[in-house]
């Protein structure tokens, strides 16, 4: 008959089984030898289950890495979107292809949350940027980089006013937005 302490050690050893395969992770404490939030129950957990509470400790050490750049002041969280600056200035091809880059795109916001996020970012560094927000080729229309519609605008008063000429848009320190020329050196904001 096995002893207590040796059952627990043959739990956790089950336990930390698929955390070793993954890459040496430690349990969610974070504490050596302690498993995660599940405890010993992992001992009889099927493959799912084991699946799932990786996937549940993966979730936690993102929320943990995207707070700590939060407290940062490094990005900007609202909802599912993180806006970032690399805190370079370019023109609106080379910092679109820096946030594609990365798996992003230009930050474009969708509502005033989301506006006030990136207008802090332009006041943290105090430049204009560039938002995701061109002229339609065909319609002559401001769209997303996706092409879809604008579903929110906060243009600066008597803004755009270049009837064509100016086909990217720039955000102002203040929030408001300028149609303004592509060629511009704009602060780099993606968002991801
Ligand atoms: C600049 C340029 C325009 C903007 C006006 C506003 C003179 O042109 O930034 O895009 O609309 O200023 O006065
Ligand atoms: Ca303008």
Redesign the pocket.
């Known amino acids: 008959m096995l002893s207590y302490s040796s059952s627990i050690l043959i739990a956790l050893a089950a336990v930390l089984v698929p955390c070793h395969a993954l890459s040496k992770c430690p349990g969610i404490s974070g504490l050596p030898g302690i498993p995660g939030r599940d405890g010993l129950k992992g001992l009889s957990d099927s493959l799912a289950a084991k699946r799932h509470n990786a996937l549940a400790n993966l979730k936690h050490r993102l929320f943990q890495l995207e707070s700590v750049l939060a407290l940062n002041g490094e990005i900007r969280k609202v909802g599912e979107k993180i806006f970032a600056s690399n805190g370079k200035k370019a023109d609106f091809a080379s910092a679109l292809q820096s946030c594609e880059e990365v798996g992003g795109t230009l930050a474009a916001p969708r509502n005033e949350e989301e506006n006030k996020a990136i207008m802090d970012i332009v006041k943290q560094h105090n430049q204009y940027a560039y938002l995701g927000i061109r002229k339609g080729e065909t319609s002559g229309q401001f769209k997303y980089i996706n092409g879809m519609p604008l579903n929110y605008s906060n243009w600066h008063q008597h ?1 755009p ?2 009837k064509g000429r ?1 086909k990217c848009v720039e955000m102002y320190t203040d929030g408001t937005w ?3 020329k592509c060629n511009m050196y704009r602060l780099t904001i993606c968002q991801l």
């Open positions: 803004e006013n270049s100016e300028n149609d303004k």
